[in-house]
């Protein structure tokens, strides 16, 4: 058969089974034309946001630090908020730093609080950011981003929570650390 070019009505008239014409003659002779499973269509429509709740993402935020430098009595707080059930679960803290941070590692103070402010948990963290020749140890060009090793997690049921950072460094103001984060993974 050869590959012969088809009118429009010729190719309307072709239309699959699984399409229905529906005439809207507000606009003169204008055609559309309509799925006959509306479940195609709502599915379509809602897969997206099924699939985006469906991770274990709790809670997932960054804040900036100042330009001029992270002083040791500035305390980075995030309030992580209630949930309907029990949170046991896993803790990252991120950092995003400039190309040339100027320090070889970080040493962090994390306190977990519960609802009321009450310390339950304190860790100490020290994190590599560059080796022994200043090189970092992500990549990136103007910017890099470091996420700690896990830390344990757990929040009660409709009571949030708060996490408090703040460095432990000898400077008591460290420069190319420019934003500070915490991820919260529920198991």
Not at 65 to 79: I, N
Not at 113 to 132: K, Q
Request: proline share 5%; net charge negative.
């Amino acid at each position: 058969m050869k590959n012969k070019k088809r009118s429009y009505k010729e190719i309307e008239e072709d239309m699959p089974l699984s399409a229905e014409k529906i005439e809207d003659n507000t606009f003169g002779s204008c055609h559309r034309y309509r799925l006959l499973s509306p479940y195609i269509s709502l599915y379509l429509l809602l897969s997206p946001i099924i699939l985006s709740c469906t991770g274990s993402t709790v809670f997932h935020s960054y804040k900036p630090l100042p330009a001029e430098g992270w002083d040791r009595r500035d305390t980075v707080c995030f309030d992580v908020p209630q949930q309907a059930e029990d949170i046991r679960g896993t803790l990252f803290v991120g950092l995003r730093t400039v190309a040339h941070v100027g320090i070889q590692d970080v040493a962090l103070a994390v306190e977990q609080c519960d609802g009321a402010g009450i310390v339950s948990r304190c860790d100490t963290l020290r994190y590599p950011l560059t080796d022994a020749e200043g090189n970092a140890l992500t990549s990136g060009v103007n910017s890099h981003q470091y996420e700690t090793q896990q830390l344990p997690f757990l929040m009660r049921k409709c009571k949030g929570a708060h996490v408090r950072i703040h460095h432990l460094m000898t400077p008591e103001t460290i420069s190319g650390i420019t934003e500070l984060g915490i991820r919260v993974e529920a198991q």
